[in-house]
């Protein structure tokens, strides 16, 4: 359950975040680093704490953009024990999104090895793919999808405009049980960073985006998960809160990277 909540949650925010094709030139291919932290909210909860450390790698290719994300966590458990979390999550998007491919490994101490890779293209409201594990499971979708990288223009267009609230359905890929997020925006009202990095990269102003995470066909009028983030004009996050209910996870950005364009 650690791995679930934790993993296949945080893999649709920073999808969700960190993907963008023809939104704007000011995105930029860059690698972050940030310091994980756990803090327990007042409910009770299996984790008690916990700390780690994540990176994540935006690549402008030639035909779409790349991802790569990598977790290592400790958790602090309420029986008194520690678990080692170890998690990858890739992706890729075509600039038209259309076609989107999608990779995630998952270890921890007290579960088996999860491994599972998969694609899908839109063909109108039709979104067709598979799934290649063990069962090689065919994926059939019926609806108005998008990708991360159009969410991500819309939510970021929307921003410019001081449009604050967009729903929206969105793939992603990074939570194999429910593929299909409908994930609630709103978007304040710029404000300055409270990163001290210096770095040519980052902006000195944010915008506080608030999305909730539903599954796609859950009857709870509560989203399964909250996440805050503040994400500049380059489409780097300075820093997010991720609220599982029971517990939070903050991230803060310690470290970013120009990625050199490639030649195409």
């Not at 380059?234 to 517990?247: E, P």
Request: charged letters at 25%; one cysteine or more; aromatic letters at 14%.
């Amino acid at each position: 359950m650690i791995k679930f909540n934790i993993y296949n949650l945080l893999s649709i925010f920073i999808s969700f975040l960190y993907v963008n094709t023809c939104l704007s030139s000011t995105i930029v291919s860059h690698k972050a680093y940030y310091d994980l932290e756990f803090l327990t909210n007042e409910t009770p909860s299996i984790v008690e704490g916990g700390s780690g450390k994540s990176s994540f790698l935006l690549e402008k290719q030639c035909k779409g953009w790349a991802l790569k994300e990598t977790f290592a966590i400790t958790f602090n458990l309420n029986n008194k024990k520690n678990s080692k979390n170890f998690s990858i999550f890739s992706s890729f998007e075509d600039f038209t999104a259309k076609k989107f491919s999608f990779e995630h490994l998952d270890k921890n101490d007290f579960e088996k090895e999860i491994f599972y890779s998969g694609y899908v293209q839109k063909n109108k409201n039709i979104l067709d793919g598979i799934i290649f594990d063990k069962n090689n499971e065919k994926l059939s979708f019926d609806d108005n999808i998008l990708f991360p990288t159009e969410h991500l223009e819309i939510l970021l267009e929307n921003a410019k405009k001081n449009i604050n609230f967009n729903t929206a359905k969105v793939f992603f890929g990074s939570d194999k049980d429910n593929l299909v997020k409908i994930v609630s925006a709103f978007i304040g009202k710029k404000i300055n960073t409270d990163i001290s990095i210096e770095n040519d990269l980052l902006k000195k102003q944010v915008w506080p985006m608030q999305l909730s995470f539903y599954d796609l066909n859950q009857k709870s009028p509560d989203p399964k998960t909250k996440v805050i983030a503040y994400v500049d004009d380059s489409g780097i996050a300075h820093g997010y809160t991720v609220d599982y209910g029971s517990y939070k996870m903050k991230g803060k950005l310690i470290k970013i990277e120009k990625v050199s364009k490639l030649k195409c």
